[in-house]
């Protein structure tokens, strides 16, 4: 299984990595900043927790679960009418969250539809929004549309969703439900690097507070013996907050950023309490 949407930070590039710094045994998996989902849907884990705060994406992997046809259906939908006028059918989709009502007056399968479409059409995959929480990516400017969905691949993670709880809610929820044995991979908005360094995931900054708040929850699940890999940029203060746990360098790709100098490669790194 790949992962559906192009994502800031998406991990495929570091899947080898990861998954060979995982612990070799664990109980339950956890990934409380799930995002494009490309390290629990490469390992296919039994006894998953997903989790996110964006509620769209949330959404757009429940509709995944329950209604996979409905929601290939409404794309393929999409797909006609960016034909017939590319820009402003994608500018018309990309304004429906300015609606108060929008989630009120648009179906789940819609939503999910919309997230994916405005993902694979807009300016460089980036999935970024205003301070008022609305999508502001513009227009890739393809005149036609491109691939929007593999269909054997939404039917597959349909089919492994059905084993997975999916909960839209905030890291620190996920505390309660972690045991002794357990594994939790966490991936959060990055430290910044510098100032152009993408981090834009939802209308909340997640600066260097959050950040030191961040590793605080790390330390809890410690204290509870469970298993903790944490990924982000190789910053002095990243390197400081976790000083007393193992820190080790890895190179990334990127190639999702609104600017350039953003893309290539860069240093990141896993801490783990193992």
């Not at 190789?234 to 950023?257: G, H, L, P």
Request: net charge positive; glycine share 4%; hydrophobic share 35%.
């Amino acid at each position: 299984m790949k992962p559906i949407l192009k994502w800031v930070g998406g991990k495929t590039q570091l899947l080898t990595e990861i998954n060979k710094r995982k612990p070799k045994k664990f109980k339950n998996y956890f990934e409380p900043f799930v995002g494009g989902g490309a390290v629990f849907l490469n390992q296919a884990i039994k006894n998953t927790t997903i989790s996110d705060l964006n509620k769209e994406l949330i959404n757009m992997y429940q509709t995944i679960k329950r209604t996979p046809i409905k929601l290939i259906n409404q794309l393929d939908e999409f797909i006609i009418k960016y034909n017939e006028n590319p820009e402003g059918f994608y500018l018309q989709l990309r304004n429906l969250d300015r609606d108060p009502n929008f989630i009120k007056n648009n179906s789940k399968v819609f939503r999910a539809a919309r997230t994916i479409f405005l993902n694979k059409t807009c300016f460089n995959g980036i999935y970024r929004v205003n301070s008022q929480g609305f999508f502001n990516v513009p227009w890739n400017k393809k005149e036609t549309a491109p691939s929007v969905y593999d269909k054997k691949n939404i039917k597959e993670i349909s089919k492994y969703l059905k084993t997975v709880k999916i909960k839209n809610t905030s890291y620190e929820n996920i505390l309660k439900y972690i045991q002794k044995g357990d594994f939790i991979y966490i991936d959060p908005p990055y430290d910044k690097i510098k100032n152009d360094t993408f981090i834009e995931y939802n209308k909340n900054e997640f600066g260097k507070k959050e950040q030191i708040k961040l590793s605080e929850f790390a330390r809890e699940i410690n204290k509870k013996q469970a298993y903790f890999m944490i990924s982000n940029h190789n910053t002095e203060f990243i390197n400081e907050i976790y000083s007393d746990f193992k820190i080790e360098v890895v190179y990334a790709k990127r190639s999702v950023n609104s600017k350039g100098s953003g893309r290539g490669e860069i240093e990141e790194l896993l801490i783990t309490n193992y």
